[in-house]
């Protein structure tokens, strides 16, 4: 089962050529966003927009409500809900929800995850994806219209401790509108190394139609908080955070520096039962 991952990471690098993009990323994921943008090789439900794959090994139901404020600008804040819950045997469902815009312009995403354990070591997740952008009429060129997308991704632990992650987003070039925009189509790959449980590295590489980003990634458990911090090229920033677990409750932040422009806040609160 070793060479398996690789046989399919080679493949969805085949696959993720470069390609003009429609749509916002709406993506939220506060963890992986404060990890400098590493959420292929995380777990949870809110990495399963980054990897399809991430709720396979989840054993209890959690949901999560959650925001993004790019460059602290309310008018392009991305809102979500993310939940996941056991569905029968090795395998786990989920389904994430967002929206970003206003009454002119806005964006909605629903993605419903399958994932499940292929073998102790090695899960697999297929990922559907409806996107709709909703303009008000007499401002666009295309007009109000609604697509579909096929996510999908792997992880496999790779010894005790180190995990080896791929993850690709609209392999199949779905497009949007009369216009045939492409939505957007991106690989992941990364690796992550955990010496200690919750203490988390991580280095990952990603590429779409800006070219190749890495991302750097560490988190370190301090009690009921963990620290969170990162920083990805392309452009180059900056980031960290906080999650803290209260009487089952999880509470998470996350900030994002930008050469140029204002700080990116994420928030968002976790209820596992």
Same mark, same amino acid.
């Given at each position: 089962?070793?060479?398996?991952?690789?046989?399919?990471?080679?493949?969805?690098?085949?696959?993720?050529?470069?390609?003009?993009?429609? @749509?916002?990323?709406?993506?939220?994921?506060?963890?992986?966003?404060?990890?400098?943008? #590493?959420?292929?090789?995380?777990?949870?439900?809110?990495?399963?927009?980054?990897? $399809?794959?991430?709720?396979?090994?989840?054993?209890?139901? #959690?949901?999560?409500?959650?925001?993004?404020?790019? @460059?602290?600008?309310?008018?392009?804040?991305?809102?979500?809900?993310?939940?996941?819950?056991?569905?029968?045997?090795?395998?786990?469902?989920?389904?994430?929800?967002?929206?970003?815009?206003?009454?002119?312009?806005?964006?909605?995403?629903?993605?419903?995850?399958?994932?499940?354990?292929?073998?102790?070591?090695?899960?697999?997740?297929?990922?559907?994806?409806?996107?709709? %952008?909703?303009?008000?009429? &007499?401002?666009?060129?295309?007009?109000?219209?609604?697509?579909?997308?096929?996510?999908? &991704?792997?992880?496999?632990?790779?010894?005790?401790?180190?995990?080896?992650? %791929?993850?690709?987003?609209? $392999?199949?070039?779905?497009?949007?509108?009369?216009?045939?925009?492409?939505?957007?189509?991106?690989?992941?790959?990364?690796?992550?190394?955990?010496?200690?449980?919750?203490?988390?590295?991580?280095? #990952?590489?990603?590429?779409? @139609?800006?070219?190749?980003?890495?991302?750097?990634?560490?988190?370190?458990?301090?009690?009921?908080?963990?620290?969170?911090?990162?920083?990805?090229?392309?452009?180059?920033?900056?980031? &960290?955070?906080?999650?803290?677990?209260?009487?089952?409750?999880?509470?998470?932040?996350?900030?994002?520096?930008?050469?140029?422009?204002?700080?990116?806040?994420? @928030?968002?609160?976790?209820?596992?039962?």
């Amino acid at each position: 089962m070793r060479i398996k991952p690789a046989v399919f990471l080679f493949a969805l690098l085949i696959l993720a050529g470069q390609s003009q993009a429609a @749509f916002e990323e709406l993506e939220i994921g506060v963890a992986s966003q404060a990890m400098g943008g #590493t959420g292929v090789v995380l777990f949870g439900a809110e990495m399963a927009l980054f990897n $399809p794959a991430a709720i396979a090994g989840a054993d209890a139901g #959690t949901v999560t409500i959650s925001g993004r404020l790019p @460059f602290s600008n309310m008018d392009l804040g991305t809102y979500g809900i993310d939940g996941a819950f056991h569905l029968s045997g090795r395998w786990n469902a989920g389904v994430n929800l967002r929206y970003f815009g206003g009454d002119l312009y806005n964006e909605q995403m629903i993605a419903m995850t399958l994932a499940g354990m292929l073998t102790d070591d090695m899960s697999l997740g297929l990922q559907p994806v409806i996107y709709r %952008a909703s303009i008000a009429d &007499g401002v666009s060129e295309y007009g109000s219209a609604t697509t579909m997308a096929v996510n999908m &991704g792997f992880q496999v632990r790779m010894y005790s401790r180190w995990l080896l992650a %791929a993850s690709v987003r609209n $392999p199949f070039q779905a497009r949007l509108g009369d216009t045939s925009e492409y939505l957007r189509r991106r690989i992941d790959v990364g690796l992550r190394y955990e010496p200690a449980t919750g203490m988390i590295s991580a280095l #990952t590489f990603s590429r779409d @139609f800006c070219g190749m980003r890495i991302h750097v990634g560490q988190s370190l458990p301090l009690g009921p908080v963990t620290i969170l911090a990162g920083v990805q090229s392309n452009p180059v920033s900056i980031s &960290g955070g906080l999650n803290a677990y209260i009487r089952g409750i999880g509470f998470k932040y996350a900030v994002i520096n930008h050469p140029q422009l204002d700080l990116t806040h994420q @928030f968002g609160v976790t209820y596992d039962f």
